[in-house]
């Protein structure tokens, strides 16, 4: 019988996306843990990095009625010309203001789960799970930091016989991989950048801890009947990780280390969908000038990466791209005729077989 350590009762959880096509095969439900042990610059998640709870205002939805101020007891909020602004030396992250706003402008982003409750949230999208052999997978922030409750999660969910995967930038310590990789199907890990000082740069850490633990999940993957995959995610952001250099770099040690065991190398390309988030939390984006990769960039690190010494099968971009000018123009004709503003194109998931 398996046993679970230190299994946790509670957990801070940020979101729980359903129907989404990004977080492994067929059609998931995502459960986006708050608190990540990376920092990373270009994060489309700044929300997820703090496992306290944070307040965000959303200026447009704002009906000026002041009534958050008459709420808080902490005096954390004051209007200025600007808009509200949050001391967030003196939030809490009560969520009273939140509670109160009828204009629905302010947000507490984080709730505090028991496991009964997630578990019983989360099957209730059973019917497509089935249907898309698709299922849940923990993310975050990272999952491995609440790894005592995520563990236990995963495990009652496996009990149920639902496919569960583990999204993971690989920054946690042994014992977090060893709560949480018996009950997942499948493992997702990030690679982000192969030179240990750029990785340091970039995201706070070297990436000494991260390749360690991918080599010691591909050992219990060669050793164990679950999990039985690992997809590895690459974010292709511009500037940082999109070059030639590290995505060879990646390639090669994938070729040399894990070729047995990876079943997928996904290139993310960077959207920049996350700059209002930023502008919520009072916080500066160094990205938030960058613009999307060109399909031809994306084209190239593709190639590069089908060379650079793995099985070129494994490979596949993902996510939007950047218009170039003949495209906008057809973009703005099939807009015209449609009558919509914002229609994108994007790279399509291929299916997996
Ligand atoms: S309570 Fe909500 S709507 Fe009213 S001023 Fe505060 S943020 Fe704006
Ligand atoms: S969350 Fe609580 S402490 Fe923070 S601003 Fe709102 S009412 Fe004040």
Request: charged share 25%.
């Amino acid at each position: 019988m398996i046993t679970q350590k230190n299994e946790k009762k509670q957990a801070t959880i940020l979101e729980i996306v359903r129907m989404s096509t990004e977080d492994g095969p067929g059609i998931r439900t995502t459960v986006f843990f708050k608190g990540c042990t990376l920092n990373c610059a270009w994060c489309h998640n700044p929300e997820s990095i703090s496992i306290k709870k944070q307040l965000q205002w959303v200026g447009s939805r704002c009906i000026g009625c002041k009534t958050c101020l008459e709420v808080c007891k902490q005096n954390a909020l004051a209007f200025t010309e600007t808009g509200l602004l949050i001391d967030r030396s003196q939030c809490t992250g009560c969520g009273d203001c939140a509670a109160e706003c009828p204009g629905t402008a302010l947000e507490l982003m984080g709730k505090i789960w028991s496991l009964d409750d997630l578990v019983e949230e989360v099957i209730k999208d059973r019917a497509y799970f089935k249907t898309s052999d698709g299922g849940i997978t923990i993310s975050g922030g990272e999952p491995t930091m609440q790894a005592g409750f995520a563990g236990a999660f995963l495990k009652s969910l496996r009990q149920k016989g639902l496919h569960t995967a583990l999204d993971t930038c690989g920054q946690c310590n042994r014992d977090a991989l060893d709560q949480t990789l018996p009950y997942a199907a499948m493992v997702l890990f990030d690679m982000k950048l192969i030179d240990p000082d750029a990785h340091k740069r970039f995201t706070g850490h070297d990436n000494k801890r991260i390749l360690d633990n991918l080599l010691y999940v591909a050992n219990y993957i060669r050793s164990h009947v679950y999990p039985s995959a690992l997809w590895i995610r690459t974010p292709i952001i511009p500037n940082a990780t999109a070059t030639p250099e590290n995505i060879n770099g990646i390639g090669q040690f994938i070729a040399k280390n894990l070729s047995d065991v990876v079943d997928r190398w996904e290139l993310c390309a960077f959207n920049n969908l996350c700059r209002d988030k930023y502008l919520r939390l009072d916080q500066k984006w160094v990205f938030h000038e960058s613009e999307l990769l060109t399909k031809e960039e994306m084209d190239v690190l593709t190639e590069t990466a089908k060379s650079s010494g793995v099985d070129r099968k494994i490979v596949f971009p993902t996510g939007s791209t950047r218009m170039e000018s003949s495209e906008t123009e057809e973009k703005q004709e099939i807009q015209q005729k449609v009558g919509g503003s914002n229609v994108d194109f994007c790279f399509c998931r291929p299916k997996l077989t």
